[in-house]
């Protein structure tokens, strides 16, 4: 891209004359009215203009073409129809009158000048282009005021005003404009709707029209004195930014009056179709034709209508606060300084004026900010304000057209904004003085009363209701934003129902009705007012009702009926709908009190009588069960507060119906606090009453309510009888008359039998009774027997109650076998008469006949308690007796009817009756838990049930096996004695592994069990360190090992034996016994492993601290120690020769066995080898090495103490601070390719590590094994890093002048790898000798140093531009005064001529035979002599081109021609006698040659450099065109390579492989020699082909240099990474002579010209070069 502010600068620094810019006014108002395109822009304008004059009146007047020059307002006389004549008339000119100040002589100059607004800060016009809205209907105004006149005319497209004094003074200010051509009428109704609110703000009384010489309007404002209003210590007057600061605010109440002629509001109507189709009316409900607004007769069009309205206008004097900066910025803007003070003005409406209004006049329809206010700058704006409420600040700065705000230019974006949250904070004061009025009119007044305020409260809540302002929607928001947080605290005043109150004392409760004394805001004004109340809600103004709110308002007052039901409606719908939760709401019901009705003693219904705690309430009456006149306990809710709430709201409030069991027992609890008439033992009404409730809900009752209520009524006098009250079990039911003299039961209606059952009425007879009556001794009638007694009970047993049973049960009345007993036995006693029970000796019942199990009488029996078999303790009584075939005999019942009576096996099992026979004892008798039944278990000592009775053992509760804690415990106890005992016993466990928890299998595998044979017999060892295996194992002679067999082998791994020992095992024995170890393994290698196992294990072995102890302290640990072939007698202070080396790596490694701390870990593998013989170094393994260090071993490193010996410093050479620059471009490389642990990164290295070049470095080596000195050497480096306390670096980098990769990497990686390997230091080797290109063939990540490099050739090409820049300065300073000079001459020469002319007129007449002067030879100019020495020889080749084309080309050289490739050169005038170019000239040609030179592959054209004329010039001869080539590649110094376009890909690739080295080294020459120029290094490039024999051309401004020539003649020093001094001259003379090509196209006499020059020009910093590479190549 062009750089275009050196082309502006270039072009600022020309020598063409300036020209002013011409101005096309007419073009320019044109223009300037487009801006202008509203309705009556030139009224509005004079208007204003009128008000900043300080006028009182204003008068405009439509003169039309019916005017009758009449010269005066006049009353219309005329018909209607005339009257719409006349508005229908063409208008010819118009006149506006005020009688305002006449004009001073800087408002006249003010005219002439667009754009200059007033000065005036208290004044509105800001852009001086106001009155030329004029233009847009006349041509020539003409302007009048006090005794001065202006007119206007137009010459051609410029205007031109004249002025001239009139004899007597006008005291109106008039602006006659006559209509550029004939023109309508405005529409009248707009144009007073217009003016009318044009008056509202603008300061004028009043606002005439005349159309002609009649009156169509007369506007009239009057405005009370203003009146002071506070400002409330509440709101913050001071705006945001705090630019603003309202300090006053008056209010004054407004009138305007309006008396306008009808035909200016009459539009006739036009007769309509009646073409809507009855669909369209059915669709629409109405035709698209709307009634008009105002029906005016058309007879009254020439009578006058008057309306007035009522307004109240608040001003704010605003202070205003703005630094110098700010407000020298806003006058720059505004064409004036910011006022120290202005006003702020805000129209609004009050209820009360809007009544008193006629708000309806469509005149005033524009002043009435019924839908959103305006912003008026002394106008209106097309700008809303979001609110119902007009603001007027004149300050405020409007767009050019003035219709809206601008917030477009920064500075004026503030002060409008600023001003506008002024207007928001005046908004605010306005609002909170109208409802501080409304406050007072509330104050005393009760919710009735005050109800009648409430619309008053919505008009002013909507007045100040914000929405979307328009054009702008920021506009109404920085009013809002002001009008909502001008106050201190988060509130605003609001109409509530207890009055106007703060917001924050309001609460929103629409759904709340209940309560008095609580503040809330109605909800009409919610309604209402929605969208205000919806910006309190939002903004945090106003809160929703909280329930500590309510529950403090509860406590206040108790609850009427009606609220008490509302409070509980509201209660229910809060939980149901989830915004209460179980805790707050019983908060609330604990704090409410309801007054509930009652009767009085004569019936009647009291309201309000008692209270109740609805805290306290538990239940609800549900008269579906209960009746609505019982008595009900205090913990249940009337029904007179229940009757109308909902079964949801019982749930949500968990109010659980009364049940009857609860009521029931209220009534039996509370009798004495109950009357006679509702005691259910007195009264047997309500004793009736009670047994009918409960009957009915009997059935839906559960058997525990059932059993509850029979508990509750079972003892209470509650049945009716004929005897009386009684008891329920002595009452009968009237079924029973086996007596005639029973109570049976009397007058229960509605009452169920089962209910009267349930509470023991009885169906049969007292069993007592039965007894004395039927079968007593003094009974009359005939006895019966006990079968005849229960075939009777069995007759009516269904009746028979509960108690009587349990009476049954306890009595004796039963015979048993044998028939001829007199014993009576009970029931329960007695046994079912069966064969399988005979010969039990048990007690059976004696019944005669045959007895059935499923008859009646058996079932009644049953039932009784009758026994059908013996339970398991009498089997087992029977089984441990005497009497052995009973035994047996009970053995077998049990075993036989075991399924089909259900016997208890964990009640037999439990049994201490030894009852069970044994297998190897049979005479022994034992309890079940006190034998097994696995025959196995007797190998540990244990008792077998017999035989025959081990397939029912599970049945008597026999375990088949003993707790294992007990096998374990004999075990412990009784260890097998031999190995055949032992597979015996372990078989029996292994069998049992599944019963061995783990504390017991470590218990057992701890214990001394395990028999081994030993020297002295057999011992005991534990399973823990007893191994499975053969005796043959490796560790067979080191570890017990024993094999009883698959199954105890399995019981002992169990315990703890395994395979083969651990490696903490091994390891505790290698610590104990190392030497006998080692002879096991008889291998070091299998030691070594050994070893290593324990290393990788150590993270868990070094818990213990004991095998820590004992490893350190212990010789276990193998080393090796060189056994030099020939050993040194005594200690050598030189290193060892290669020779020695060699021998060295032929000596024997001795495997040693040694503690930690006398064996090294080599982490110096160059010193190792001077020590080795004198040291015992750890394998050379990481993970031995971490082990052995862990364990107390030192790093040989810190044994080596060594001395470094620095000679003196030597001069820092650029290749010094190159190879410093490699050195930590390379470290960066080097970590980032490196996985190995890193001390210090590349920053660090970067900050701390500097390089100093030294004449020697020498290193004396001190091996001191615990500090004791052994042997020494003393060797030569040619680099070290050693740490400085005097230099500003931490550490430096010491390098001799022949330094070598492999020393700097050295001592590089110790600095910067925690642990470095040998090949850490190959590797940076590598990466410092290796170029960039190269390592990134090979794979390495370089992007980032080439980008670093790219980064600095950035910053190289800033310093070069400004250099450039620096020097463009300078020649331009140069060819001013050479400019300068060049004028003095002139104008010398000139007089010069003058005179000659004078002289020559004076001069005698020729004489006769006199020869005249000769005509001047032109002179031809020759270049300058080409210089001699080096350079001279450096262009032979190109003179002697020169030479050649220059004898070949015999002709005069030609203008140069503009074109895409030729010079442009500036022109001068040509002389016979010129003198040589100015070296200045030359010098800025050779510069703009330099810098015109571009990038090949750059997307610029090629501009050929403008330059001066060279006198010198002569010819020109062909150029050399370009080849053809394509790009292959770009080199690390950002020189792009070309190659032949015929070259395959395989052939590129092959090409940049081999010279890659060679292309980088050509690349930095070029470099090199671009820097001379101070030319950007992308201007050259690198072409490739071998069979041209074309050195370099330039085309387009690139230039390319051949690769060729350099292989051929400059290559020699190419893997040193530098070039002869040579090699630079011969390519920075190539490059002169291509640079010349920017200047000359083809070779001739000016190209050689230019050539030579810039050798001139450049020889300096050419001869620096080479000077520094002969100085490099001399320290190399």
């Not at 700008?383 to 007009?390: D, K, L, M, S, V």
């Not at 375990?959 to 075990?971: A, G, N, S, T, Y």
């Not at 980064?1351 to 250099?1363: H, I, N, V, W, Y």
Request: proline residues 6%.
């Amino acid at each position: 891209m062009a750089n275009y502010q050196e082309l502006r600068a270039r072009t600022l620094g020309s020598t063409q004359e300036e020209e002013a810019v011409t101005v096309n006014t007419r073009a320019l108002i044109d223009k300037v009215l487009a801006r202008y395109s509203s309705e009556n822009t030139t009224l509005r304008e004079l208007i204003q203009n009128a008000a900043d004059a300080n006028a009182t009146s204003v008068e405009i007047r439509y003169e039309t073409t019916q005017n009758s020059e009449s010269g005066g307002a006049r009353p219309y006389e005329g018909e209607g129809e005339e009257l719409h004549r006349l508005v229908k008339s063409k208008v010819r000119r118009l006149l506006v009158k005020n009688d305002g100040q006449a004009f001073r002589e800087e408002d006249w100059q003010r005219l002439k000048r667009i754009a200059e607004g007033n000065p005036d800060e208290q004044k509105i016009g800001a852009f001086g282009v106001g009155f030329y809205s004029v233009f847009a209907d006349t041509d020539e105004p003409f302007i009048s005021s006090g005794n001065q006149t202006m007119a206007f005319y137009w010459k051609g497209n410029s205007l031109f005003t004249r002025r001239a004094t009139m004899d007597k003074v006008d005291p109106s200010t008039t602006f006659f404009l006559e209509y550029r051509e004939l023109g309508d009428l405005p529409d009248l109704k707009a144009l007073c709707q217009f003016f009318a609110t044009s008056l509202t703000f603008v300061n004028l009384e009043s606002i005439s029209l005349y159309i002609n010489d009649i009156q169509m309007l007369m506007l009239n404002k009057k405005v009370s004195p203003p009146m002071p209003l506070n400002i409330p210590n509440s709101i913050i007057p001071k705006s945001s930014e705090g630019l603003m600061k309202i300090v006053a605010v008056e209010t004054s109440q407004v009138q305007l009056d309006a008396k306008y002629m009808n035909v200016t509001h009459y539009k006739p109507s036009k007769p309509v179709e009646n073409t809507v189709s009855g669909f369209t009316r059915l669709l629409f409900g109405r035709t698209a034709t709307p009634p008009a607004r105002n029906n005016i007769n058309p007879a009254t069009l020439g009578e006058y209508t008057t309306v007035s309205i009522f307004l109240r206008i608040a001003t704010a004097t605003v202070a205003t606060s703005v630094n110098a900066r700010f407000a020298q910025e806003l006058e720059r803007a505004t064409k004036k300084p910011p006022p120290k003070k202005t006003t702020i003005s805000c129209l609004t409406m009050s209820k009360d004026e809007q009544d008193a209004s006629e708000h309806e006049s469509e005149i005033f329809e524009n002043v009435i900010p019924s839908k959103s206010g305006r912003i008026f700058i002394g106008f209106p704006t097309h700008q809303t304000t979001g609110i119902n409420a007009h603001i007027a600040a004149h300050s405020v700065i409007p767009t050019v057209e003035r219709e809206n705000i601008d917030l477009n230019a920064r500075i004026v974006k503030i002060w409008n904004a600023e001003m506008l949250r002024a207007s928001g904070i005046l908004a605010r004061i306005l609002y909170f003085d109208e409802m501080d009025v409304l406050g007072r009119r509330a104050k005393g007044l009760k919710l009735p009363d005050l109800e009648n305020l409430y619309d008053e409260a919505i008009h002013i809540m909507r007045q100040f209701t914000f929405h979307d302002s328009t054009p702008s929607v920021p506009v109404g928001n920085y009013i809002a934003e002001a009008f909502w947080s001008c106050t201190k605290y988060t509130s605003i005043e609001v109409m509530s129902t207890r009055g106007v109150l703060p917001s924050n004392k309001i609460r929103l409760a629409a759904d709340v009705t209940f309560l008095e004394g609580l503040p809330l805001l109605p909800d009409k004004i919610t309604k209402g007012a929605k969208r205000f109340v919806e910006t309190l809600t939002q903004g945090g103004f106003i809160s929703e009702i909280t329930i500590t709110d309510i529950q403090n308002s509860l406590g206040d007052k108790p609850l009427s009926g009606e609220q008490a039901h509302a409070f509980l409606k509201w209660l229910s719908l809060q939980i149901q709908t989830g915004k209460l939760d179980d805790l707050q709401a019983p908060m609330l019901l604990s704090g409410a009190v309801a007054m509930v009705p009652t009767k009085d003693a004569d019936g009647n219904l009291v309201e309000d009588a008692f209270p109740i705690s609805l805290g306290t309430i538990r239940y609800n009456v549900n008269v579906t069960k209960l009746a609505a006149d019982i008595p009900l306990p205090p913990e249940c809710l009337p029904f007179a507060l229940t009757k109308r709430l909902s079964q949801m709201d019982f749930q949500a409030l968990k109010w659980k119906e009364l049940e009857v069991t609860e009521w029931v027992r209220y009534i039996t609890n509370n009798r004495s606090g109950l009357p006679v008439e509702q005691n259910i033992d007195l009264s047997a009404a309500f004793a009736k009453q009670v047994l009918a409730v409960v009957s009915k809900n009997w059935d839906r009752l559960s058997p525990d309510d059932k059993g509850v209520l029979v508990d509750m009524l079972k003892a209470r006098t509650c049945i009716p009888t004929k005897q009386g009250m009684k008891v329920p079990k002595e009452a009968y039911f009237p079924t029973v008359r086996l007596f005639a003299d029973l109570p049976i039961i009397h007058e229960v209606r509605n009452v169920k039998d089962k209910f009267l059952a349930a509470l023991g009425v009885r169906k049969t007879v007292e069993l007592k009774l039965v007894f004395e009556r039927l079968m007593g001794e003094t009974s009359g009638n005939e006895k019966w027997s006990h079968v005849d007694l229960i075939k009777y009970l069995t007759g009516v047993r269904e009746d028979i109650p509960a108690e009587d049973i349990r009476k049954l049960k306890n009595m004796n009345m039963c015979k048993a076998e044998p028939s001829t007993s007199t014993k009576l036995y009970k029931v329960s006693e007695l046994y079912e008469p069966l064969d399988s029970l005979s010969g039990l000796g048990l007690p059976i019942l004696h019944w005669p006949g045959e007895w059935r199990d499923q008859s009646h009488e058996a079932k009644f029996l049953q039932k009784l308690g009758l026994r059908r078999f013996p339970p398991e303790e009498e089997l087992m009584r029977l089984a441990a007796g005497p009497d052995k075939r009973l035994r047996e005999k009970a053995l077998r019942y049990f075993v036989d009817q075991f399924p089909a009576n259900g016997y208890s096996t964990q009640l037999v099992s439990g049994s201490h009756v030894a009852f069970l026979p044994l297998q190897n004892d049979r005479e022994r008798l034992v309890r079940p838990f006190e034998c097994y039944s696995n025959s196995q278990s007797s190998i540990m000592g244990f008792d077998v049930i017999r035989n025959d009775l081990q397939p029912h053992a599970m049945r008597f509760g026999v375990r088949p096996d003993p707790d294992i804690r007990e096998c374990v415990k004999r075990l412990k106890k009784q260890p097998p004695t031999g190995p055949k005992e032992a597979k015996e016993k372990f078989g029996y466990f292994a069998d049992r592994l599944g019963d061995l928890s783990m504390d017991l299998s470590y218990d057992v595998g701890n214990s001394l069990i395990v028999p081994v044979k030993s020297a002295s017999g057999v011992k005991y060892i534990t399973p823990r360190i007893c191994y499975i295996g053969d005796k043959d194992h490796k560790y067979g002679e080191v570890f017990d090992f024993v094999d009883f067999g698959t199954g105890p082998n399995a019981f002992l791994m169990k315990c703890g034996s395994k395979p083969e020992p651990t490696t903490a095992e091994i390891a505790h024995r290698m610590a104990k016994e190392p030497e006998r170890l080692y002879q096991v393994f008889q291998s070091e290698s299998k030691y070594l492993s050994m070893l290593r196992t324990i290393a990788e294990d150590w993270s868990v072995l070094k818990r213990d601290k004991e095998l820590i102890k004992a490893m350190k302290s212990s010789p276990c640990l193998g080393a090796y120690r060189d056994i030099p072939v020939n050993p040194r007698s005594a200690p050598s202070k030189a290193p060892p020769s290669y020779r020695e080396m060699d021998e060295e790596e032929e000596a024997i490694r001795e495997f040693q066995l040694a503690r930690a701390e006398d064996i090294f870990v080599v982490d110096d593998i160059a010193n190792y080898n001077f020590f080795k013989a004198d040291v015992l170094a750890a394998p050379e393994e990481d993970v031995l090495e971490k082990f052995y260090t862990v364990l107390g071993s030192t790093l040989l490193s810190g044994s080596i103490e060594k001395q470094a010996q620095i000679g003196a410093q030597l001069a820092r050479t650029q290749k010094v601070q190159d190879l410093h620059k490699l050195v930590l471009e390379r470290a960066r490389l080097f970590m980032h390719s490196n996985n190995e642990t890193v001390s210090h990164d590349a920053r660090w290295l970067e900050n701390n590590l500097g390089l100093e070049p030294v004449q020697f470095i020498k290193h004396k080596l001190i091996f001191k094994p615990k500090g004791v000195p052994k042997s020494s050497y003393t060797l030569d480096k040619t680099a070290a890093v050693i740490s400085s306390r005097n230099s500003e670096k931490s550490y430096v980098l010491f390098v001799t002048p022949k330094w070598e990769f492999y020393d700097i990497a050295v001592g590089l990686v110790k600095l910067i790898l925690q642990r470095p390997k040998p090949h850490s230091s190959l590797l940076l080797e590598s990466l410092l000798s290796t170029d960039l290109m190269t390592l990134k063939h090979r794979g390495y990540n370089v992007g980032r140093i080439l980008a670093k490099k790219q980064a600095e050739s950035r910053l190289m090409e800033q310093e070069r531009l400004k250099k450039v820049e620096e020097q463009r300065k300078a020649l331009e300073e140069q060819e001013t005064r050479y400019q300068e000079q060049q004028r003095q001459i002139q104008q010398q020469q000139q007089q010069q001529q003058q005179q000659q002319q004078q002289r020559s007129n004076d001069q005698k007449v020729i004489m006769p035979g006199a020869f005249s002067d000769s005509p001047e030879r032109p002179q031809q100019n020759q270049p300058p002599a080409v210089y001699g020495g080096f350079l001279s020889r450096g262009f032979n080749k190109f003179s002697k081109l020169v030479q050649d084309s220059d004898r070949n080309r015999n002709q005069t050289i030609e203008e140069p021609v503009e074109g895409p490739s030729t010079p442009v050169h500036e022109k001068e005038p040509r002389v016979v006698n010129q003198k040589p170019t100015e070296p200045h000239r030359i010098t800025a040609n050779l510069q703009r040659a330099v810098q015109s030179g571009r990038d090949h592959s750059s997307n610029t054209l090629f501009a050929p450099p403008k330059t001066f004329d060279v006198k010198e010039e002569s010819t020109f001869c062909d150029r050399q065109h370009a080849h053809n080539i394509s790009y292959a590649a770009q080199t690390p110094a950002g020189m792009r390579v070309y190659v032949p376009k015929t070259f395959s890909e395989a052939e590129r690739k092959d090409f940049l492989h081999r010279n890659a080295v060679a292309l980088n080294t050509f690349s930095l020459l070029l470099r090199s020699v671009a820097e001379v120029f101070s030319m950007a290094p992308n201007v050259l490039h690198i072409q490739h082909e071998p069979d041209s024999r074309t050195i370099a051309f330039n085309t387009g401004g690139a230039i390319f240099c051949n690769f060729t020539f350099f292989l051929q003649l400059h290559a020699q020093h190419v893997k040193e990474k530098r070039w002869s001094s040579e090699a630079f001259k011969y390519w920075w003379v190539t490059v002169c002579h291509e640079l010349a090509h920017n200047l000359v196209e083809e070779h001739g006499s000016v190209h050689s010209f230019y050539t030579e020059s810039f050798v001139q020009e450049y020889f300096e910093g050419a001869m620096k070069k080479i000077l520094e590479l002969e100085k490099a190549v001399a320290a190399a």
